[in-house]
């Protein structure tokens, strides 16, 4: 599989332009899954973007506590789109990933396939000494979940059709978590957020992190597609 998994940087990214952008690739992959096309392209999309709010379909408005004319003034824009979760801040020193592809390429149901994003920043949280994990009934990445000071450090929204996917997951590398103070973070008043470079106490080198989530991604998903297909050549 790996011949079909291609991983892109597109850098620091206008929102409105990645979810384009994101839209025209998953509509292709559409397109060549109805087609049955075997050699058709699976993405990861790595990015960040300048400040942004998006509100996930089942978000509630409320859980923005601010107003256009204040979004204005810390020079954020404001986005109601069309993946799953609430809402949630994007920004510099912020690591995005839009994987774009077909799940059942992979053997994957959509749980089974939140489960592996989830595990792939386990691991790279893990690789700096951090421990994570996960906090049942809020999908995403944390640490110390079903303590006193639960927090998160990676929000995750999906989006997809007849198992195909886009939007994916926000991993806070250097973020600046003070813009997390403007909204309810996916809804919640009770926890927190952090990033790695809190909790290392230092910036972390941001192409370093990139090559570790999609090195995980990609061996995660590699991995599930011989496993299955193993299975299926011995039943």
């Given at each position: 599989?790996?011949?079909?998994?291609?991983?892109?940087?597109w850098?620091?990214?206008?929102?409105?332009?990645?979810w384009?952008?994101?839209?025209e690739?998953?509509?292709?992959?559409?397109v060549?899954?109805?087609?049955?096309?075997?050699?058709?392209?699976?993405?990861?999309?790595?990015?960040?973007?300048?400040?942004?709010?998006?509100?996930?379909?089942?978000?509630?408005?409320?859980n923005?506590?601010?107003?256009?004319?204040?979004?204005?003034?810390?020079?954020?824009?404001?986005?109601?789109?069309?993946?799953?979760?609430?809402?949630?801040?994007?920004?510099?020193g912020q690591?995005?990933c839009?994987?774009?592809?077909?799940?059942?390429?992979?053997?994957l149901?959509?749980?089974?396939?939140?489960?592996?994003?989830?595990?792939s920043?386990i691991?790279?949280?893990?690789?700096?000494?951090?421990?994570?994990?996960?906090?049942?009934?809020?999908?995403?990445?944390?640490?110390?979940?079903h303590?006193?000071?639960?927090?998160?450090?990676?929000?995750?929204?999906v989006?997809?059709?007849?198992?195909?996917?886009?939007?994916g997951?926000?991993?806070?590398?250097?973020?600046?978590?003070r813009?997390?103070?403007?909204?309810?973070?996916?809804?919640?008043?009770?926890?927190g957020?952090?990033?790695?470079?809190?909790?290392?106490?230092?910036?972390?080198?941001?192409?370093e992190?990139?090559?570790?989530?999609?090195?995980?991604?990609?061996?995660?998903?590699?991995?599930?597609?011989?496993?299955?297909?193993?299975?299926?050549?011995?039943?």
């Amino acid at each position: 599989m790996e011949n079909h998994l291609i991983v892109e940087d597109w850098g620091l990214i206008v929102y409105a332009e990645a979810w384009q952008r994101q839209e025209e690739l998953f509509n292709q992959r559409l397109v060549s899954k109805a087609g049955q096309d075997a050699d058709a392209l699976d993405h990861i999309i790595l990015c960040e973007h300048p400040h942004v709010y998006t509100l996930g379909r089942s978000g509630k408005a409320a859980n923005m506590l601010m107003t256009d004319e204040q979004l204005k003034r810390i020079g954020a824009s404001y986005y109601h789109i069309d993946r799953g979760g609430d809402i949630t801040y994007h920004g510099p020193g912020q690591l995005v990933c839009y994987p774009i592809l077909d799940l059942e390429r992979y053997h994957l149901g959509l749980k089974e396939y939140i489960w592996l994003i989830e595990e792939s920043v386990i691991r790279v949280c893990a690789s700096y000494g951090i421990e994570t994990g996960r906090l049942e009934k809020a999908t995403g990445v944390w640490l110390d979940a079903h303590g006193p000071k639960a927090r998160k450090i990676c929000a995750i929204g999906v989006r997809s059709s007849r198992y195909v996917t886009m939007h994916g997951l926000a991993l806070n590398v250097n973020t600046d978590l003070r813009y997390f103070g403007y909204i309810n973070p996916c809804g919640f008043i009770d926890k927190g957020v952090t990033s790695l470079a809190k909790e290392l106490g230092c910036e972390v080198p941001m192409e370093e992190v990139k090559k570790l989530l999609s090195g995980q991604i990609v061996s995660l998903l590699n991995n599930n597609y011989k496993i299955c297909r193993l299975s299926q050549l011995n039943s």
